[in-house]
């Protein structure tokens, strides 16, 4: 298996421009995470699907920020218009159902910088 | 994926001597908890876990101690190897099964 995959692993974009990260999960996996990493605040859950479903969504810091997963082997996380504080490392990861922490991989990052 | 770590707490240990990584956790409702590894560039990669009913539990080379008490969870490496620097974080579960919230990380810096 490749692992998670993320793309873009950089992305530059300029304030007020629309930024779209995706993630592709380990097949066969139910759950999937979207984690922010910056110096101020560390890692960070934003968001986490279970089969697909938002179930938990309370870290996403402001409506600036949007998440999809129109199937299992997709999603993006959204952020229209960025800003500069948005610049971190935003992290996918996946595991299955019945699986516990241990065995949650995370993909490589992207890491975004809005000027 | 670079773990950010310009004001991290950072540990330096010879090589060969054995690391002692601490942490401190505050949700007296957490009952898991677990250690993971981000190397430069990389996403954080599982290390060791640990259940509230134990106070101790053994990998290869690594050893995770948990003190209820107190809060406190310690990371012990034993015999440290140029690969095991890195940023290691702990995390606990908050009582619940399906998420973890990180700590803030240490950067463990090995010297050849």
């Known amino acids: 298996d490749a692992g998670v995959i993320q793309s873009p692993r950089h992305e530059v974009t300029e304030m007020g421009q629309e930024v779209t990260l995706r993630c592709k999960p380990i097949?066969?996996?139910?759950?999937l995470f979207w984690y922010r990493q910056t110096m101020m605040r560390g890692l960070e859950l934003l968001i986490y699907?279970?089969?697909?479903?938002?179930?938990?969504d309370s870290g996403m810091p402001e409506d600036r920020f949007s998440a999809k997963m129109p199937n299992a082997s997709f999603s993006t996380l959204k952020i229209q218009p960025s800003e500069p504080r948005d610049s971190a490392v935003y992290f996918c990861?996946?595991?299955?159902?019945?699986?516990?922490?241990?065995?949650?991989?995370f993909g490589p990052g992207t890491r975004l910088t809005v000027t | 994926g670079e773990s950010v770590g310009l004001h991290l707490p950072t540990l330096s240990v010879q090589e060969g001597d054995n690391s002692i990584i601490n942490c401190a956790y505050s949700?007296?409702?957490?009952?898991?908890f677990i250690w993971y590894k981000q190397e430069s560039g990389k996403g954080p990669q599982f290390i060791i876990d640990i259940r509230s009913n134990m106070d101790k539990r053994q990998g290869q080379r690594v050893t995770v101690l948990l003190n209820k008490t107190v809060k406190h969870l310690s990371l012990q490496i034993a015999a440290t190897q140029p690969g095991d620097s890195a940023v290691y974080f702990c995390a606990e579960n908050g009582g619940g099964y399906q998420k973890v919230t990180f700590g803030t990380g240490t950067k463990l810096q090995v010297i050849p």
């Open positions: 097949s066969g996996h139910d759950y």
């Open positions: 949700n007296s409702a957490s009952d898991y």
């Open positions: 990861a996946s595991r299955g159902q019945g699986s516990i922490f241990r065995e949650q991989y």
């Open positions: 699907f279970n089969n697909n479903v938002p179930i938990d």
